[in-house]
């Protein structure tokens, strides 16, 4: 008798349960870089008979109590008045799936900011659901530039490394011999929320030793072959000082070429005969006689 209680019951809910909305995620976490686009997946099932016009499709972003919306839809019409500025011309539905059942939102363009929680929320005659799905924007530290230069206070070389990413990363330096060497390393966040870090260590200028600076998240290095690269750079520098020497001859020649131009036509008397405008000017204004010949000639 029980048993027969049970499948009862069974039969007389079941229609109710095949016609409540339910909706997943295509996956639970997306990991993008900085500047490319990304498209997050949530899924919803019944799908009705009208699935353009039953359907409400909303897309918020979340991090740390904070919340922007990225994207809703009612009834099959795009409501943009209250899309959250970050996001406008980046964040769109591709409508085409949403008869296969999938609210897919697409972000073009992507920033560090854009990294936090989705909310995809979906609402039809049959009921309403939600998932929320993980964004992490990074950006590698893919280029990154070295410097070196002699310290003036004592006999050392200052070598640096400097590169951009996101998330922080851990830098490490070494030498020829797999040695790990102590460095100064400074952190700083940019205006796009990237983070510069720069590294440096300090080596003996005489010592021939090779030494290289690695970004553990991405892999990117630099090295350093002393004492091949002072000799290279001071190769350089006597270059750019060749350069800066030529560009200011070039100019004082230019100068003392234009003295000349006005030396020769002042003494060819060009100009002489020709009355300057404020002179014009103010003779229109207090009404003063024209000059004659006469007196032209005695000025000249």
Excluded at 44 to 73: I, K, N
Excluded at 185 to 199: A, K
Excluded at 268 to 289: H, Q, V
Aim: overall charge positive; aromatic content about 8%.
């Amino acid at each position: 008798m029980k048993w027969i209680n049970i499948f009862i019951l069974q039969v007389m809910i079941q229609p109710c349960l095949q016609v409540m909305l339910t909706t997943t995620a295509e996956r639970t976490s997306y990991k993008a870089e900085l500047g490319r686009n990304v498209i997050m997946g949530c899924r919803f099932f019944p799908l009705s008979q009208h699935p353009y016009e039953d359907l409400t499709v909303s897309w918020h972003w979340t991090s740390l109590a904070r919340s922007r919306e990225v994207y809703q839809m009612e009834k099959g019409q795009e409501l943009n008045s209250s899309q959250h500025s970050d996001f406008r011309g980046r964040a769109r539905l591709l409508t085409e799936r949403i008869k296969d059942g999938w609210a897919k939102l697409q972000v073009t363009r992507l920033c560090i900011n854009d990294t936090g929680t989705y909310q995809c929320k979906i609402r039809t005659t049959n009921g309403a659901d939600y998932k929320d799905i993980k964004l992490t924007v990074t950006a590698p530290f893919k280029k990154v530039t070295k410097d070196i230069f002699k310290s003036a206070k004592e006999d050392k070389l200052v070598l640096t490394c400097q590169s951009e990413g996101y998330p922080i990363s851990k830098v490490t330096w070494g030498d020829n011999h797999q040695q790990r060497l102590n460095a100064s390393t400074t952190v700083v966040v940019t205006e796009d929320g990237l983070f510069r870090i720069t590294t440096q260590i300090r080596v003996a200028s005489s010592q021939k030793n090779n030494y290289t600076c690695s970004f553990n998240s991405s892999g990117s290095s630099r090295s350093f072959f002393i004492p091949e690269d002072t000799q290279l750079q001071k190769g350089n520098q006597r270059k750019v000082a060749v350069i800066i020497a030529a560009v200011g001859a070039i100019i004082r020649l230019a100068l003392i070429g234009l003295l000349i131009v006005l030396i020769y036509l002042h003494q060819k008397g060009f100009g002489r005969n020709m009355e300057p405008d404020w002179a014009s000017r103010t003779r229109r204004i207090f009404k003063l006689p024209e000059p004659t010949s006469n007196s032209r000639a005695e000025r000249v």
